[in-house]
């Protein structure tokens, strides 16, 4: 879970993008491997913006090209500034191989970049779910908490005093005072701005929760207009709360992590039920609002993995509709598996562009000027964070339980910017309590 916190930001130093890299020419073009690509799929970069770009079938396979992010409504020197832009996915028999029609690609003058479609790696392996009915908090503890939510008492992460109250009485448990983001001081200033968006790359986010519903991001323009048309001219069909870039439609698929974590961030604040949200507002319809870019999903028990090319459409599409903050919970790779931003930068120069258009291009009048991105370190217990979280740019967050140690599976180390309440496996007071698909709370780590 990355996320409860991010409002610092750390100065490090730009890599140097100019090494050459090993290989010849034609190769050096090529960023990544396809060891774990998409089928059937290649994005490209252009040298130069084009209107129109085409790819000669290769070895009788057609291969068709379009623009990786929709103009929507940019103005032509937009397109002709910005590089994601230049940026277009070649799609061909999933039977084809990659490395061919890779080389093959890469041999035109007018590519600079060819890069393989890869699979990213969606945070939630390790989280786990355990809900309980729901509790009436007592008139002691409710007077101890600014508001009435009927779990606040039990948000350790929000402010941890060192002690467990389980709704009857306090409970022994490994807590340790101050192991928090010390959160009740900083709504004496403000709880939350209906301004401020908030892009959820997740899992979708349950949209229709009683806990989310009034602090959910709405297109009006989609939601009062016809099925099946782009009502809003933002490329995108029937985006009502978000969009669902795993699947490229407007239904959002919703589901445990994404949702769990929209109700931290954003989940509406006294209003007497579930949880209060970081910036859910003061029950007078003030809180911050939470848009879900949905990219993955799952069947059974496995997650589909999201391929890059959608990951990078949702960062875009953020920054596009409003959203100032995106909170990524996916990685690209387990902790280790780069060994520098260079290489980083020579694997997901797609993602790369994404995150700078999103933090250049996002902005709240009289607010933000500029997106904030906001990344996991990973799960997978590294002393090496994951990417995109530790590249130079990003805001990386790493977690902690309640006794204010490491979680047991983050990633940590030279990268990580922010370390933030993520829970701990174990009894239910030692995971965070947030907003669920079944009830409308339930308790998560990871």
Known sequence: MTLIAALAMVACTQPDMDETPQG??????????????????????????????????????????????PAGKATDEQLRGEEIYRWWRL???????????????????????VEYNELLECIDADAESE??????ITRATSNDMPFNDEYLCEQWHFY????VYDGIGYEEAPHKAGADINLLPAWKYCTGDPRVIVAVIDSGVKYSHPDLAA???????EKNGTTGKDDDGNGYTDDVYGYNFFDDNGTIVYEEHGTHVAGIIGAVTNNGIGVAGIAGGSGNNDGCRIMTCQINKTTGFSTAQAPTDRVAAAMKYAADNGAVIMNNSWVSGKGGAWESDYWYYRSYSVIIDATKYFENNAKCEGLIDGGISIFAAGNNSSGTPSYPGAYYNNICVTSFGPDFQAGSYTNYGTGANICAPGGENGGWYSKVVSTGIEYVADYMYG
């Open 24 to 69: 010849g020419k034609t190769s050096a073009k090529i960023i990544n491997s396809s060891s774990n690509a998409a089928q059937g799929s290649l994005l490209v970069k252009l040298d130069s913006y084009a209107t129109e770009f085409s790819v000669e079938d290769i070895d009788g396979i057609t291969i068709e090209a379009c623009p990786l992010f």
């Open 215 to 221: 602090n959910m991001w709405v297109n009006e323009a």
């Open 160 to 163: 941890n005093d060192g002690k």
């Open 91 to 113: 799609s061909f028999d999933e039977a084809a191989n990659l490395d061919t029609i890779a080389n093959r690609v890469a041999a035109d003058s007018r590519v600079k970049i």
């Open 131 to 136: 809900p309980r009915e729901s509790h009436s």
